[in-house]
């Protein structure tokens, strides 16, 4: 992966799955002088780690199991320390059933609160994605400021447009200053569902995002997410990330 990324042009890699395994901190690469050398893998192609993507979620109504969440939303701010990465990301994320929306905000607020505290003298942030039946910007800062922490948001646009129905113009205005971070990836149009596809081969105004970006002078990472795990259909990495990084490249030299 770190070699693909240089090779390609990238500037920072963001990890989720290694060895099919998101729990990272449990992996040996990321422990004692496995570790360090990955640290010094990194530095020798000129890479940083943007993000550290945990599955952390703070849906549900029982208490321990959002405990247990916070448990490893912690470990991997300890490894996203190590790292260098100046934030993990968590997700709200779905209202179960038999509970209701105004709850389930509140769950995931505490969890937002609770594990910033614990991450506050590593220094990283705890960024939550607009995700699930929370995908809106706006559910994202309404869940920020009832944690009352200095947390981020993780914009997915496909997220947050496709489901949640915004523009890219009124998603960013109800960020404003608590973007950190973004997610990119282009779909087709499947009749009423929406397919992975190659960067710049699908219907999603992946260009009017760019473009609301770089109106809103946005100066941090966009992060290309090519989700084979859960499409094993779509192409190799080996052809969609470099394809993502030239189309990008292409873009911005032409807007």
Known sequence: MIELAARTGYDAIELRFLEGEDSLWKLPTFSGAALIASKQMLTDHGLVVACVGTSCRFHSADRKERSREIEEGERMAELAAELGAPGIRVFGDKIQPGTERDSTRGWIADGIRDLSERTLRSGVEVWLETHGDFATSAEAISILEMSGRDAGVIWDPANALLDGGESPGE?????????????????????????????????????????????????????????????????????????????????????
Do not use: C, M
């Open 171 to 255: 998603a960013l205005g109800a960020l404003e200053t608590k973007l950190r971070h973004v997610h990119l990836k282009d779909f087709a149009r499947n009749g009423s569902t929406w397919r992975p596809t190659l960067t710049g081969e699908g219907d999603f105004p992946l260009r009017e995002v760019i473009t609301a970006l770089q109106a809103a002078n946005y100066d941090r990472f966009v992060s290309f997410e090519w989700e084979k795990r859960w499409h094993p259909e779509i192409a190799e990495a080996g052809i969609a990330v470099p394809h993502f990084a030239q189309w990008f490249r292409q873009f911005r030299a032409a807007a």
